[in-house]
């Protein structure tokens, strides 16, 4: 049995790998997951993995995992080529207009949501819990607010990478990510 000299095993490898302590996505995790979402869109069916849980992946954390921010930024082009899909199976399933209008529906409740004032826009945790940093999310939802109310320009990828430090009684994480995960749905809806 002859040895694959290091360079062949790197170059076969889809994205880098961690080293030393920091930690980085299990390799099979992330490999299963994206051969069946390479299955899921060869087999072009609509509906057989949707780009709302392609967004929700996640993987255990491993010393020599694979990178993070590559997994991750290879999961942002898998969820935009799935709601592509899903938009042009919308489009001509519901027609242009009530396809805009469900939408429009979306982005409006997530600004409503937005303009509320600084501090309340989400319920808060108990004061000996940990949430979100209240001042780093209302920043946030001010910027996504700009973009649904005027355009202002956040990407996708953006609003997906945001990352915010914890604080004792802060914003209740499951909400805060509820409302990113819309925002991301009615971008992707755009296109």
Do not use: C, N
């Not at 060869?42 to 967004?55: C, I, K, P, Y």
């Not at 799935?82 to 982005?107: H, I, M, N, P």
């Not at 409302?179 to 749905?185: W, Y």
Request: proline letters at 4%; zero cysteines.
């Amino acid at each position: 049995m002859t040895e694959t000299p290091i360079h062949d095993t790197v170059a076969a490898t889809p994205f880098p790998t961690t080293s030393g302590r920091t930690k980085g996505y299990e390799k099979r995790a992330v490999d299963v997951f994206l051969a069946r979402a390479r299955e899921a869109f060869e087999a072009d069916e609509v509906g057989a993995l949707r780009s709302t849980e392609v967004r929700a992946a996640a993987f255990p954390l491993v010393k020599g995992g694979y990178r993070i921010d590559a997994v991750d930024a290879a999961l942002g082009r898998v969820e935009d080529a799935f709601a592509a899909r899903e938009r042009e199976y919308a489009l001509s399933r519901l027609g242009a207009r009530a396809w805009v209008a469900e939408t429009r529906d979306t982005a409006q409740v997530v600004l409503d949501r937005l303009r509320r004032p600084r501090g309340s826009r989400f319920d808060r945790v108990g004061f000996l819990r940990y949430g979100y940093r209240v001042d780093e999310v209302d920043v946030v939802a001010d910027r996504v607010a700009r973009y649904l109310a005027a355009g202002d320009p956040v990407t996708p990828e953006q609003v997906r990478s945001v990352a915010f430090r914890m604080q004792r009684g802060g914003y209740r994480e499951t909400q805060v990510d509820a409302v990113l995960d819309a925002v991301v749905e009615v971008m992707l809806a755009v296109g």
